[in-house]
């Protein structure tokens, strides 16, 4: 079974980072070992929260991944709790990094042209160091703006998405993503390789809620790991994330809990034996 690490947040309620990761991952037949960043009552788009820093913990953590002699097919990272974490997550990827494991940086920041609660200019300083290590990011327009260091505009068309994808991709990273841009009544998501541009969309739905880049990533990276190449890990993950957008936006329940992956999953599943046929 192919194992993939992912150093993220651990929020208790509301939906993200570990929390949608860990049973996505797992629903697509790949050992999901989640480092934890930091613990948190509920993520930080509540008005107050309660988070503990787990900062010192992750080199132990990796001292007994190397004691036992463990690997891992992928890396990924998400939402990093302090600046702090920046520099030993580095060290975990230079570690445990082997020819064909695959890193996969998605730069949470912000969103809708705000940085979430802590994030700092000098956080995305870090950040852009990060993503220079990645074989796969995947900022949304925020954060592709924040790591280029330019203003956001949230009307960007698609001659700025390419233009900021080639300069995302200059800062050292093999592929870019910018996830979820507004166009009209669709949601656009666009890819480049180095060479090649790939676009892919969805209809809006009116919803915004935390997780859907998490699960955004958490698919693309899951169909990477199994094989997939990183237009087809993009085109499952729009599919994705767009059909959660729509069942968060049909459930009664406040959306501030978070994305509703789970009821995705049976369509996760659904679409994965279309393309891998069903398991004997
Ligand atoms: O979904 C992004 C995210 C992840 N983790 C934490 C967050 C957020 C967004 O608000 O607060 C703790």
Redesign the pocket.
């Known amino acids: 079974m192919k194992r993939i690490a992912t150093i993220?947040?651990f929020?208790c309620v509301?939906k993200?980072?570990l929390t949608v990761a860990l049973p996505i991952i797992s629903a697509m037949g790949i050992e999901c070992c989640g480092i934890p960043t930091?613990v948190?009552s509920n993520?930080?788009?509540f008005p107050c929260?309660y988070?503990h820093d787990l900062t010192d913990d992750i080199p132990k953590i990796s001292e007994q991944f190397n004691a036992h002699k463990i690997t891992f097919d992928a890396i990924s990272t998400?939402?990093i709790?302090s600046i702090g974490q920046m520099a030993l997550i580095e060290e975990f990827i230079r570690e445990f990094r082997r020819d064909d494991t695959l890193i996969f940086v998605d730069p949470?920041m912000g969103?809708y042209g705000r940085l979430?609660?802590q994030i700092t200019e000098e956080y995305a300083e870090k950040m852009r160091r990060l993503c220079a290590h990645a074989d796969v990011i995947t900022p949304n327009l925020t954060e592709a703006f924040m790591l280029l260091g330019e203003e956001y505009n949230a009307h960007a068309d698609r001659g700025v998405i390419r233009s900021l994808l080639e300069r995302l991709v200059a800062l050292g990273a093999e592929n870019a993503v910018i996830t979820g841009v507004q166009r009209g009544n669709e949601i656009v998501c666009t890819g480049f390789d180095g060479e090649k541009f790939y676009e892919q969309s969805n209809t809006l739905y009116n919803v915004s809620c935390?997780?859907?880049?998490?699960l955004f990533s958490a698919v693309m990276l899951g169909a990477m790991v199994n094989g997939r190449s990183f237009a087809e890990g993009l085109d499952l993950a729009v599919k994705i994330s767009g059909e959660a957008a729509r069942l968060t936006l049909l459930d009664p329940d406040r959306p501030a809990y978070g994305v509703n992956f789970e009821q995705t999953i049976p369509y996760l599943i659904e679409q994965l034996e279309k393309r891998n046929g069903k398991p004997q």
């Open positions: 993220q947040d929020s509301g993200c980072s930091a948190l993520h930080t788009g929260f988070s998400g939402y709790a949470v969103d979430y609660s935390s997780g859907t880049g998490d």
